[in-house]
């Protein structure tokens, strides 16, 4: 109501409003555009540059992927009550042999 | 009893104005609406204890206040009226900004731009209303949903109307869940809500590496307004990609971004004085910014549509609402409202593309605004 009331269409012309409203659109879609035209580009032109600039490993992947082969706490424990219980075992068994 | 009597006449009860009390009102309204309904906190949280601090009526001869030469205040408001604290807001979201979506599926940017369309129609609006120029590019640049960009182009711009300009931006932010569904399930049928997109590709190291300088050149070459802000977004997102400064890049988007977003709140509230906030100006403001927030949103969904035309594999609609930037509400509210029509169908990967596009293209646009009318 408050903007319908004091609303005037004629001053939108005045000081070239509609032509800095249509610049202004025009210059973000051509900004855009091209960013989007230089996406679609890019795996070309990595494709040419790959002597140059080679693809690099990513670390977090990798970091993630060594991470995950890592064992877990309990895991680790399990190994050590094992191995340990093994050890044990050839242990005693060398001294009965011995 | 003469200097009691002096002393009572500088206490706030004195000096108090209706106009401060509905001020500090609306400063326990914001908190109340950050803590119990969880609004935005980092942003309503500052800004409303910055407007009850800023409601205090000030004793005369005493710098206090953010507009007071030499106080306290106004050298932290310094960051704000200088247009200094959004670009470094800017800086940590590029550090925390994943383009992968956007380069997975180009075409999405261009929802991006059309949301846009809000930010220009708004600023004619607001001509139309009898705002000068330059406060209507201020005014404008609500539409592209982007606080700190409408905080960076107002102080350029139009410095008086900073307060309500910051305050309507970042409020019709935390209402993007409100503004935003009636609207997209106006423009589109049941089975366009339903349409599902192709999972987005993988992206290499190499191209998250080279978008950022390369899209910068891109936009700053035809829009050099966008400099400053878009120039330290693509620096933290390169400090992100790059892989050997992660530790800079752990800090601007983590500790740095907090202290600025908890300055610029503050300063934000603290400038809006009763005096200067309470203004019929304010309330055009408030009227148009909800306008140019309804108004992007639709642009998007409509461009979408418009897209879907020429398109082989078609885009789900809804993706374009959220080209108006406010990231990451605007995808979850694309996610929210894909959902409610098929539970399986994740939109939320594919929305983040316009999302991060809207940023750059309301970047760009307050770069025209600023240049064009400054």
Redesign the interface.
Known sequence: M??AA????S??F??E??A??????L??????????????A??RI?EAVAIV?P??????AAADASESLLPDDAVLAAIGFVLHSELQKQIDTAGKMS | MSILQEFMNTTGFVSMTWGNLIMILIGIVFIFLAIKKDYEPLLLVPIGMGAIVGNIPTVPGMALSVYDDGSVLQYLYFGVSHGIYPPLIFLGIGAMTDFSTMLSNPRLVLLGAAAQVGVFLTFLGALGLGFSPEEAGAIGIIGGADGPTSIFLSSKLAPKLLGPIAIAAYSYMALVPVIQPPIMKLLTSRDERLIRMKPPRKVSTREKMIFPVAAFLICTMIAPGAIVLLGMMFFGNLLKESLVTERLAATARTAMIDIVTVLLGFCVGASTQADTFLTKQSLLIFGLGALSFAVATAGGVLFAKFMNLFLTDKINPLVGAAGVSAVPDSARVVQMVGQQEDPHNFLLMHAMAPNVAGVIGSAVAAGVLWAVLS
């Open positions: 408050i903007l004091v609303f005037d269409a001053r939108m005045k000081g409003g509609i800095i409203a249509g610049t202004g659109l210059i973000v879609f051509a900004a855009l555009v091209l960013i989007t035209l230089f996406i679609a890019l795996p990595l600039l693809e690099v490993p990513d670390r977090h």
